[in-house]
């Protein structure tokens, strides 16, 4: 069961070209933001089957997902660490989930505003 503290979220980013750190990647953001144990998992490096091991819990997996115009992280995170996401100059907007997979394309018009910094 999920632990109630933690929110899925999406979090998108800032153009590379335009972030005050042109060095950091995504994941690197979102890491330099958090300190809980979270795994993120490279979306277009897994199999259409496979699966995370049941005993993993919800909050420390995570989604690395460069695969369309709007790259995005998926994670759940406590409401600390949303706030200082939120706050990061190289990220854009945090959106509260849930979070589900439909359909093979998605475009930056399809992310939610969400909350901004």
């Known amino acids: 069961m999920p632990n109630a503290a933690f929110k899925f979220e999406i979090v998108t980013f800032t153009p590379k070209d335009k972030r005050l750190d042109k060095k950091k990647n995504m994941v690197g953001i979102v890491y330099s933001g958090i300190s ?68 093979s394309s998605v475009s930056s018009g399809d992310v939610p505003i969400g909350r901004m910094r």
Not at 55 to 76: M, R, T
Not at 82 to 97: E, H, S, Y
């Open 36 to 103: 809980s144990k979270v795994s993120l998992i490279d979306f277009g490096m897994t199999s259409p089957n496979a699966f995370l091991a049941p005993s993993l819990p919800d909050e420390e997996a995570g989604f690395d997902v460069n695969e369309y115009e709007a790259p995005i992280v998926i994670a759940s995170l406590p409401d600390g660490e949303i706030t200082a996401l939120m706050k990061n100059p190289n990220g854009d907007k945090v959106v509260n989930g849930p979070v589900y997979a439909m359909g």
